[in-house]
Structure formats: C-alpha cells, structure tokens
C-alpha cells in the first residue's frame, strides 16, 4: 500500500510508482494531510465526492482545504480554501468543471475546478446542510438539513422551493432518484414520500414498515435504475423496498457483531444496465461489507477494526471506493482487485470424448480432444468439408458441446434459442449477454499500461479529420485507438478503424476497457484476413462475399458487373463501418446480437443478405454515383428481414464456398495479457512506418529550416521596422520640440499678459475692499449711536415711569395719612379725658422731650444737609468730568444730574412731611407710636434705590463714580435707618410705660 502526505504542496502526484493493489485489501493509496508547523498534525478529511467520470474526485479537510484527485492522470491539486470546514460536497453535473460545497456557517458555495472561482453564493439555511443531491440533467440540486430542504436552481443559483416541516418530525434525507424526475423524502418517522419535481405533487407515500421489525431509518440507498430503495437505521436489519410495486420484498439480517447502520451504498457495474445487485453496508464498528441482495452472501468487505471508515462514496462507473478513515486520512480502493476472487471464472468443465465410428478412421479423418484451454477445432480438408459439416451437425445435435457453455452461467445454445425466438435480446441484459458472448477478460492492468502509453502520433488530430460534437466522446474514441495503436502497429495505418470503432466508443462510452476488449474481440474474430493485402482492402474477404453472391443472385451480381461496380463498392463500405451508415442504433443493435451469438462467417453472409434484400433499388441504379450514395446512406429495409435471410444463406451456402469453411472459429482474449496480433505484412507495415517517419522527419527538418528562415526575416523585418520606427520617431522628436519652443513663446506671452491683467484685478479688488469696509465702519458707527440713542430714550421712559410710580404711591402714603390722623384724633379725646387733672405735668415733660428731640432732629438735618451738598458737589464733579471726557454724552449725564437733583428734593420734601407728621403725633399723643413710619422710611428708600438702579444703568464711563456715590448713599441710609429705629424703640418704650401707670399721671 502506497501513502502520499499532501503537506503544503498545492499540487503533485498522487503516487510515484504504479499501484498494484492487492486482493487482500484493494487499496490503491493512502492519503492524508499532514502541516509542517512547529507542532505538526494531521488535517481530517470530512467528506469526498466523484465527479461524473468517476474518474476524479475532490476531498474537503476540516480547515476548508479542498483537493482535486485525477486518478488516471495521477494529479492533485489544491482547488480552493474555503476556510471553514465543509459539510457535504457534490459535483454539479451539467457543468463538469463546478462543484458545489456546504459549509459550517449554513451556506453553499459553487466553485470551479479549473478556473478556482467562485461562481455562486448560495444562502437560506438556518442549519448544517448534511447532503447534497443534484438531478441527473444537472439543473436542480436538492440541499438537506436537519429542518428543511430546499430546491436549487443551479443555472440561476436561485432557491424555486422550500420544504418546512415539524420540529419533531425531522428529515433524515431528501434527494432525486436516478434516471427520474422524482424527488423521495424520507422522515424520522419512517415515512417517505416521492414528489414530482417540477410541480411538487405527491406521486405516492410508501406504506410504514412492520411494526415487529422496530427499526427507524436513517441512511438510503437506490439502485442505478431506480427500482429498489434500501434502508437502514439503528438495528442489523436492512429493508428493500420495490419502488415500482410500492411495497417492502425483503428484509436482509446482517451478521450479529453489526448493532447499526451508518451508510448504505449500491456499487455499480457496466454490464446490470442499472439493477445493481451488490450493497456496500458500512456498519458502526467501522467495516464496510458488501453483499448480494439476491443471494444475500457476503462479497467482500473492506476497513478494520483498527482502521475503521468513517465515511465512503463509489464512483459512478464501479471502479473505485473513496473512504474516509477514523483516523483522518482517505483510502482509495480498487473494485477490480477487490472483485477479483469473486469474478474467477470457474475451472473448465473438459472430458476428452471418443467416437466410436463404424469404419475404420484414416489419416484424413479429424479427432477432437478437448483440454483445459480452448477448445481446438480440426483441420478440415477439403475431401472432407461435407462430411465435416454432416458430423457437426450430428454432434450438435446429440452430444453436450462444452463450447457453448459461457462465463457467468450462461449457455450460447440457450441464447441462440432466445434470440431467433425474439429477434433480439432485452435491453436491460444485453451488455451482460454481449460480454458473456464475447467472453471479455477485462484485463484492467494490460489496458492501463496501453492507456499509460497516452495518444499515439497517428491520432493527435484526430478531430480535424472526424469532428465530433461530443468532447468525452471524441477523447474516449482517441484513447481507444490510441490503445488500438500500441497494441499492433498495424491500427496506427489502418484509415477505416475510427469507422470500424466508432459505434462502440458511442456505446461503451463509460466503461473503456470494454470498449477496447469489444472492438479488439471483433477484430481478431470477425476481422479475420482483413489485413493481408495492407494498405488495400481485403480481396480474399470481398471473394467470399461476391462468390455466395452469385450462387445465390447471379442476376444483381451481373447487374453490378454491368455497371462497373465492383466488391469494393458494395461490400467494403459495410464492412469497414460495421453497417453503422446504413442502420439506425436499434437495427445496428439487433444486427450485433445475432453477429456475435454466431460463426464469425455471419458478418459476411449479413453483407450479401442486404444486398440480396435491396436487390430492387439496386437493379434500378445504373450510376455509379448512386450506388455509392445507396451503401453510404440509411435506406428503406427492415433489419429482421436481413437477418433472416443471413440465416437463410448460412444454412443453403454450399460448403465450398461457405466463408464458415476457409474463417476460423470464435477465440476469446486471453486473460491477463492481450495476444499479439501480427496478421498482416508486416514489412508493408514496417516499410510504411519507416517511410511516414522519414517523411515525418524531413518535415520536422524542413519545419524547422522554414521556422529558422521565417526567424532571420522576422528579426530582419524587426530590425527594420524598429530603424525606420526610430528615424520616424526622430523626425517626430524634432517637430515636437519645435512646436513646443513656439508653445513655450506664445504661453510666456499669454502668462505676460495675465499677469498685467490679474494687477489690474487685484488694485480694482483693493478698492472695492476698502471701499467697503468704509461703508461697514460708517454703517458700524451709526449702528452704535442708532444703539445709544436707544438706550437713553429707554432709560427716560425707565425714569419717568418710576418717577410716576412714586407720585401715585406718595398720593397713596397721603390718603393713608389723613386716615390716620383722623383716628389719632379720636384717641386724642379720648385721652384727653383721662390726662386732664396731671396736664401740666405731662405738658411740662412733653415739652422737654419736644427740645430735646427738636435739637436732636435739627442736628441730623443739619448732618443730612451736609452730606447732600457734598453728595451734589461730587455730582457736579462728575458731570464737569464726563463733559470733558465725552462731549457725545454731555446731554446724558445733564439729565442724570437733573434727575438726581429731583430725587433728592423730593426725598428732602418726603422728610420734612415725616418730621411734621412725627411732631403733630408726639404733639397729641405721646404714647402711639405711628404705625407707618416704617412704611414712610420705605417709601423714602423706594426712589433712592430705584434711583440707584437706574444710575447703574449709565454707560461705563460714569460707571466708576456713581458706584463709589451708590457706597456713600447705602452708608448713610444705614446709619439714618438706625437712628430711626433708636428713636422709635425709645418713644414706643416711653409710651408703653406711660400707659402701664396712670397713677403715675395722677400724681
């Protein structure tokens, strides 16, 4: 077993030296992924996925490195990083190169192999996406997660549907069946539904399994054709349902070490057309174990308990299984090698068998002995062939011919049987019949070093000369011949092969190793003598054919003598083209049946037959022309008709010239290698090979004097160019450095002149400017007086307010006055009444206190006086100074002055009031203190201090003084308040004393 580390390579070889599985284990390479930093470790594979090939696949590690494996070109390579762990992986069929990727943030993404873009980003799931199933037309894609699946449209990468189901219900897998337009769904509850795809209808739901089998599914396969869905779950009982019948025919119990199922996957094989027999059952111990559905045997098994499958997939055609391992790394197993022990053909039944004849047998006479090889027919003379024929006649008709029974089980005679009974064999076995028939060893080590080998020469351009539409198509028919070619030399000359190998290339377009065996077998077997006369046709075949043709129609045989048309006109078009010209793909199909169930003579009898056939259009062509046309085109004629009269001509040809006599029988390939052919001239061949190498190497000579010649005068013509470029180029140089001297002149100039222009501009923009910022300091200047003006207008209506205010309250403060009085002199009488007897004594007493409180009042008026001359002088000083300050405001500071003056000469009036209020009070009545004296001192302080405010309000030039004047004020009132207060508290006290004690009075 060979094992590549992928490392940090991006690309490289798969293996370096040839795998040669072995039977044991059938592993062709261990893969694993291993990083060179500091602490090296191992990246886990996840998931694998073939492409529609089989023969190359791309696996993702946990790291989101995906891989691209080429097993035929042994090639990988390092298709994208995706940086994050891939889910599931899947190949978008209708464009072979993009596959799609789930990854573990819920999206998909599609790539491209070979250009390693990003083609779409697909979005909308909500969970892991574990599967990945995409339509066999390539259109539709179905992804599946734990709560939905959705249907893609893989030309728009747009989501078309969404499945939503119950939380407890859960989906364990939703995917199309092959070769259908059918969705099924399966459920955790064991239910499953097929949908149509395009409409989503239900076309059916499978009945639920027997409740005694108690096993809940969880993993799926279906067979190739459809037809059978198989089902497994947490048990070792496997379910196979018949999807056409809707209805579960067997239940498979694995042995007892299996407690679970993990995966479940059909392997396919070329050769069942579908109905695939063999299951690959992956249980939980890691083991993958294929059996038989239809004998329930096991085949083959493959992983251990020691290295256990994690996860695996088969490639389309059946050749290899891609298995993930526990351990991170990813095997790849070679079905052949696997299958080899299985697919042993049984030990050869062979007796030797005497004749007893009657007469004694003489030396010309033939004896059969048949061995463990192949059975060898007797040499048959000429004096004999009657007899020959009567004996096998004879010996087919009593004795067991061993040489009809076939590989596989299968009996020639039998077949022989069914196919005259039914004309053709079915569809669905036909390839199995044909390579039971053919008995194709399928030697997959012999054929791979042919294909090894790679394209021959002879074929390199093979599509210039047979365009096909089909790219695989055209690639397998190059590799068939191409093996064709390395196996003799003889096919890399014949001109016709492409003709002869086309129609199975088309049909064995998937499988090329039987296509190769298939053409190889008819070759040797129904080509016999073809190549003696190399490079011409084969004259001693075309005798054959036009001698049955005159036995048994001398008159079309005449006809075509008549106009010149020879054997090789009607006969060697169909033979060199396997009649695939004039036959549609279902008469070539029936005709093939009945050709290798046969002597090998058929395929000639089946020229003269359709000529015989077509003998009426033919007798009424009698241009050359039209006769080619005829046996290179599709004409009128059924196929069954031929082959009934092939077989009519096999049976009434006269042995002589029977071409059963002078071919050989049926010989199979032989096992293990491919037999040489050399059934041809080999010195023509050799002469030929010689004469196409020389010519090819004085072609190479003369290629390549033509390629030197055709340098010389490429650099010759080069160097020229590249002169004259630079003498152009010079001229040009000198122009433009004379047209750009004129530029330069005219731009100087112009710069000039701007610059002229720009002064001129900028003396008229100085101007402008200072032209407006005199306007802006004018409009600034009256904007400022505009502002004064208005402040000295809102400060007289502030004064003229308050001054009214004033007036009404000193109306208001008189009013109360008269009230008051008229009161005091209620009391008065009535005090007047009680102090008469101690009048004098009161009288005397009040008149000092009168003295002493009139001297005590004319000093404070006399203080106050003084202080309101000096307060004015300092007004006076004031104004003088904010005249010769600012003459502006000479007319504001006046009416400050003159409003000062008024508040002081109504404050003195204000006094004078109180004072005589005061002494008329103390005059009648000593012991009532006047109520509103506070009120008066109230009022007195009222106009001072809203005076004060108003002076506050003065521009800041005068500011500075009225503050210093507002001190003195506020010192002065304090002081007057105090005395006041002095004053009041001293009568009020008097009063009160007088009143306590009128025996005081009394006395």
């Given at each position: 077993?060979?094992?590549?580390?992928?490392?940090n390579?991006?690309?490289?070889?798969?293996?370096?030296?040839k795998?040669?599985?072995?039977?044991?284990?059938?592993?062709?390479?261990?893969?694993?992924?291993?990083?060179?930093?500091?602490?090296?470790?191992v990246?886990?594979?996840?998931?694998?996925?073939?492409?529609?090939s089989?023969?190359?696949?791309?696996?993702?590690?946990?790291?989101?490195?995906?891989?691209?494996?080429?097993l035929?070109g042994?090639?990988?390579?390092?298709?994208?990083?995706?940086?994050?762990?891939?889910?599931?992986?899947?190949?978008?069929?209708?464009?072979k190169?993009?596959?799609?990727?789930?990854?573990?943030?819920?999206?998909?993404?599609?790539?491209?192999t070979?250009?390693?873009e990003?083609?779409?980003?697909?979005?909308?799931?909500?969970s892991s996406?574990?599967?990945?199933s995409?339509?066999?037309?390539?259109k539709?894609?179905?992804?599946?997660?734990?709560?939905?699946?959705?249907?893609?449209d893989?030309?728009?990468?747009?989501?078309?549907?969404?499945?939503?189901i119950?939380?407890?219900?859960?989906?364990?897998?939703?995917?199309?069946?092959?070769?259908?337009?059918?969705?099924?769904?399966?459920f955790?509850?064991?239910?499953?539904?097929?949908?149509?795809?395009?409409?989503?209808?239900?076309k059916?739901q499978?009945?639920a399994?027997?409740?005694?089998?108690?096993?809940?599914?969880k993993?799926?396969?279906?067979?190739?054709?459809?037809r059978?869905?198989?089902a497994?779950?947490?048990?070792?009982?496997?379910?196979?349902?018949?999807l056409?019948?809707?209805?579960?025919?067997?239940?498979?119990?694995?042995?007892t070490?299996?407690?679970?199922?993990?995966h479940?996957?059909?392997?396919?094989?070329?050769?069942?057309?579908?109905?695939?027999?063999?299951?690959?059952?992956?249980?939980?111990?890691?083991?993958?174990?294929?059996?038989?559905i239809?004998?329930?045997k096991?085949?083959f098994?493959?992983?251990?308990?020691?290295?256990g499958?994690?996860s695996?997939?088969?490639?389309?055609?059946?050749?290899?299984?891609?298995?993930?391992?526990?351990?991170?790394?990813?095997?790849?197993?070679?079905?052949?090698?696997?299958?080899?022990?299985?697919?042993?053909?049984?030990?050869?039944?062979?007796?030797?068998?005497?004749?007893?004849?009657?007469?004694?047998l003489?030396?010309?006479?033939?004896?059969?002995?048949v061995?463990?090889?192949?059975?060898?027919?007797?040499?048959?003379?000429?004096?004999?062939?009657?007899?020959?024929?009567?004996?096998?006649?004879?010996?087919?008709g009593?004795?067991?011919n061993k040489e009809?029974?076939?590989?596989?089980?299968l009996?020639?005679?039998?077949?022989?049987?069914?196919?005259?009974?039914?004309?053709?064999?079915?569809?669905?076995?036909?390839?199995?019949?044909?390579?039971?028939?053919?008995?194709?060893?399928?030697?997959?080590?012999?054929?791979?070093?042919?294909?090894?080998?790679?394209?021959?020469?002879?074929?390199?351009?093979?599509?210039?000369?047979y365009?096909?539409k089909?790219?695989k198509?055209?690639?397998?028919?190059?590799?068939?011949?191409?093996?064709?070619?390395?196996?003799?030399?003889i096919?890399?000359?014949?001109?016709?092969?492409?003709?002869?190998?086309?129609?199975?290339?088309?049909?064995?377009?998937?499988?090329?190793?039987?296509c190769?065996?298939?053409?190889?077998?008819?070759?040797?077997?129904?080509?016999?003598?073809?190549?003696?006369?190399?490079?011409n046709?084969?004259?001693?075949?075309?005798?054959?054919?036009?001698?049955?043709?005159?036995?048994?129609?001398?008159?079309?045989?005449?006809?075509?003598?008549?106009?010149?048309?020879?054997?090789?006109?009607?006969?060697?078009?169909?033979?060199?083209?396997?009649?695939s010209?004039?036959?549609?793909?279902?008469?070539?199909l029936?005709?093939f049946?009945?050709?290798?169930?046969?002597?090998?003579?058929?395929?000639?009898?089946?020229?003269?037959?359709?000529?015989?056939?077509?003998?009426?259009?033919?007798?009424?062509?009698?241009?050359?022309d039209?006769?080619?046309?005829?046996?290179?085109?599709r004409?009128?004629?059924?196929?069954?008709?031929v082959?009934?009269?092939?077989?009519?001509?096999m049976?009434?040809?006269?042995?002589?010239?029977?071409p059963?006599?002078?071919?050989?029988?049926?010989?199979?390939?032989?096992k293990?290698?491919?037999?040489?052919?050399?059934?041809?001239?080999?010195?023509?061949?050799?002469?030929?090979?010689?004469?196409?190498?020389?010519?090819?190497?004085d072609?190479?000579?003369?290629?390549?004097?033509?390629?030197?010649v055709?340098?010389?005068?490429?650099?010759?013509?080069?160097?020229?160019?590249e002169?004259?470029?630079?003498c152009?180029?010079?001229?040009?140089?000198?122009?433009?450095?004379e047209?750009?001297?004129?530029?330069?002149?005219?731009?100087?100039?112009?710069?000039?002149?701007?610059?002229?222009?720009?002064?001129?501009?900028?003396?008229?923009?100085?101007?402008?400017?200072?032209?407006?910022q005199?306007?802006?300091?004018?409009?600034?200047?009256?904007?400022?007086?505009?502002?004064?003006?208005?402040?000295?207008?809102?400060?007289?209506d502030?004064?003229?307010?308050?001054?009214?205010?004033?007036?009404?309250?000193?109306?208001?403060?008189?009013?109360?006055?008269?009230?008051?009085?008229?009161?005091?002199?209620?009391?008065?009488?009535?005090?007047?009444k009680?102090?008469?007897?101690?009048q004098?004594?009161?009288a005397?007493?009040?008149?000092?206190?009168?003295?002493?409180?009139t001297?005590?009042?004319?000093?404070?008026?006399?203080?106050?006086?003084?202080?309101?001359?000096?307060?004015?002088?300092?007004?006076?000083?004031?104004?003088?100074?904010?005249?010769?300050?600012?003459k502006?405001?000479?007319?504001?500071?006046?009416?400050?002055?003159?409003?000062?003056?008024d508040?002081?000469r109504?404050?003195?009036?204000?006094?004078?009031?109180?004072?005589?209020?005061?002494?008329?009070?103390?005059?009648?009545?000593?012991?009532?203190?006047?109520?509103?004296?506070?009120?008066?001192v109230?009022?007195?302080r009222?106009?001072?201090?809203?005076?004060?405010?108003?002076?506050?309000?003065?521009?800041?030039?005068?500011?500075?003084?009225?503050n210093?004047?507002?001190?003195?004020w506020?010192?002065m009132?304090?002081?007057l308040?105090?005395?006041?207060?002095?004053?009041?508290?001293?009568?009020t006290?008097?009063?009160?004393?007088?009143c306590?004690?009128?025996?005081?009075?009394?006395?």
């Amino acid at each position: 077993m060979q094992s590549t580390d992928l490392g940090n390579k991006e690309s490289g070889k798969i293996w370096h030296r040839k795998p040669s599985p072995a039977a044991r284990d059938g592993i062709i390479v261990n893969i694993i992924h291993t990083t060179s930093d500091y602490l090296p470790k191992v990246l886990r594979f996840l998931n694998v996925a073939f492409d529609s090939s089989g023969d190359c696949l791309i696996a993702g590690d946990h790291q989101g490195n995906i891989y691209g494996f080429d097993l035929p070109g042994n090639r990988f390579n390092l298709v994208q990083r995706t940086a994050q762990a891939c889910t599931a992986l899947a190949f978008n069929l209708h464009r072979k190169s993009e596959f799609l990727v789930a990854l573990a943030d819920y999206s998909i993404k599609c790539f491209d192999t070979v250009t390693k873009e990003l083609v779409s980003w697909m979005r909308g799931h909500e969970s892991s996406v574990f599967s990945i199933s995409v339509h066999a037309s390539g259109k539709y894609a179905i992804t599946t997660s734990s709560d939905t699946a959705q249907l893609w449209d893989l030309d728009t990468f747009q989501r078309k549907r969404k499945l939503n189901i119950l939380q407890s219900v859960g989906i364990q897998k939703v995917f199309f069946l092959p070769l259908s337009n059918t969705i099924l769904s399966c459920f955790k509850d064991n239910s499953i539904f097929a949908w149509e795809c395009d409409t989503l209808f239900c076309k059916y739901q499978l009945p639920a399994p027997p409740e005694s089998s108690s096993i809940l599914y969880k993993v799926f396969a279906v067979t190739r054709d459809g037809r059978v869905l198989a089902a497994g779950g947490k048990s070792n009982h496997l379910h196979l349902w018949c999807l056409e019948a809707k209805q579960l025919f067997r239940i498979i119990q694995m042995p007892t070490k299996v407690r679970a199922i993990r995966h479940l996957e059909f392997l396919p094989d070329s050769f069942d057309a579908g109905s695939n027999q063999a299951l690959g059952v992956l249980s939980q111990d890691g083991i993958m174990r294929f059996i038989n559905i239809q004998t329930c045997k096991l085949l083959f098994e493959i992983g251990s308990l020691d290295e256990g499958i994690s996860s695996s997939v088969i490639s389309p055609h059946g050749r290899y299984i891609a298995c993930v391992m526990e351990n991170g790394s990813l095997n790849i197993y070679s079905v052949q090698a696997l299958t080899q022990e299985i697919n042993k053909p049984p030990p050869p039944l062979v007796k030797v068998i005497e004749d007893l004849p009657k007469r004694k047998l003489t030396s010309g006479d033939f004896k059969m002995k048949v061995t463990s090889g192949r059975v060898q027919r007797p040499a048959k003379s000429k004096e004999n062939k009657i007899q020959t024929r009567i004996l096998k006649q004879d010996l087919t008709g009593h004795l067991e011919n061993k040489e009809n029974e076939l590989s596989d089980g299968l009996n020639k005679k039998r077949l022989q049987i069914l196919l005259k009974g039914y004309g053709e064999y079915p569809t669905k076995y036909r390839m199995f019949i044909w390579r039971s028939l053919l008995q194709l060893p399928e030697n997959h080590t012999a054929f791979s070093s042919l294909i090894d080998k790679g394209v021959h020469v002879a074929f390199l351009n093979l599509q210039r000369k047979y365009p096909i539409k089909s790219r695989k198509l055209l690639r397998v028919l190059q590799r068939t011949l191409s093996a064709l070619a390395h196996w003799s030399a003889i096919f890399s000359d014949t001109p016709y092969l492409p003709l002869l190998a086309f129609p199975f290339v088309k049909l064995f377009q998937n499988n090329q190793l039987i296509c190769f065996e298939v053409v190889a077998t008819l070759i040797t077997n129904w080509c016999q003598h073809w190549f003696e006369y190399f490079p011409n046709p084969p004259i001693n075949i075309l005798s054959m054919i036009e001698n049955v043709l005159a036995f048994h129609d001398k008159e079309l045989l005449q006809h075509f003598i008549d106009h010149d048309v020879t054997s090789q006109l009607y006969a060697w078009p169909l033979l060199e083209t396997v009649f695939s010209e004039v036959l549609t793909r279902e008469e070539w199909l029936k005709l093939f049946d009945n050709v290798f169930s046969n002597h090998p003579s058929f395929l000639l009898m089946t020229v003269v037959a359709y000529n015989i056939c077509s003998r009426a259009p033919l007798l009424n062509c009698d241009r050359k022309d039209d006769f080619e046309y005829f046996f290179h085109h599709r004409n009128n004629l059924d196929i069954s008709v031929v082959i009934r009269e092939v077989y009519h001509l096999m049976d009434t040809t006269p042995a002589d010239i029977h071409p059963e006599s002078m071919l050989s029988g049926f010989v199979a390939l032989t096992k293990g290698q491919y037999p040489v052919f050399n059934q041809y001239p080999k010195f023509i061949v050799d002469y030929q090979t010689q004469e196409r190498e020389r010519i090819r190497n004085d072609e190479l000579d003369y290629l390549r004097e033509r390629q030197s010649v055709k340098n010389m005068q490429a650099e010759v013509d080069q160097q020229r160019a590249e002169d004259e470029a630079w003498c152009q180029k010079q001229e040009l140089l000198h122009k433009a450095e004379e047209t750009r001297r004129e530029m330069l002149l005219q731009e100087e100039e112009k710069m000039i002149q701007q610059r002229q222009r720009l002064a001129a501009v900028k003396r008229e923009l100085k101007m402008q400017e200072m032209q407006l910022q005199d306007a802006a300091r004018r409009r600034l200047l009256k904007l400022q007086q505009d502002q004064q003006e208005m402040e000295l207008r809102r400060l007289d209506d502030e004064i003229e307010r308050k001054v009214n205010m004033r007036d009404r309250e000193i109306a208001t403060t008189a009013k109360d006055l008269e009230m008051r009085h008229l009161e005091l002199e209620s009391q008065k009488r009535l005090y007047e009444k009680n102090l008469t007897r101690n009048q004098e004594t009161v009288a005397k007493e009040m008149r000092e206190d009168i003295d002493a409180y009139t001297r005590k009042v004319d000093l404070e008026e006399r203080s106050f006086h003084r202080l309101i001359e000096a307060d004015q002088t300092q007004n006076q000083k004031a104004q003088k100074w904010k005249e010769a300050e600012e003459k502006d405001f000479q007319l504001k500071s006046e009416k400050k002055a003159s409003a000062l003056s008024d508040a002081s000469r109504k404050w003195f009036l204000e006094k004078e009031i109180d004072d005589a209020l005061e002494h008329a009070e103390h005059i009648h009545s000593k012991a009532v203190v006047p109520r509103c004296q506070n009120e008066r001192v109230a009022s007195s302080r009222l106009p001072r201090a809203s005076l004060l405010n108003d002076i506050s309000e003065m521009d800041s030039s005068t500011r500075i003084s009225l503050n210093q004047r507002k001190i003195q004020w506020d010192t002065m009132e304090r002081d007057l308040l105090e005395r006041v207060r002095n004053l009041r508290q001293r009568l009020t006290a008097q009063a009160r004393s007088r009143c306590q004690t009128p025996h005081l009075l009394a006395t």
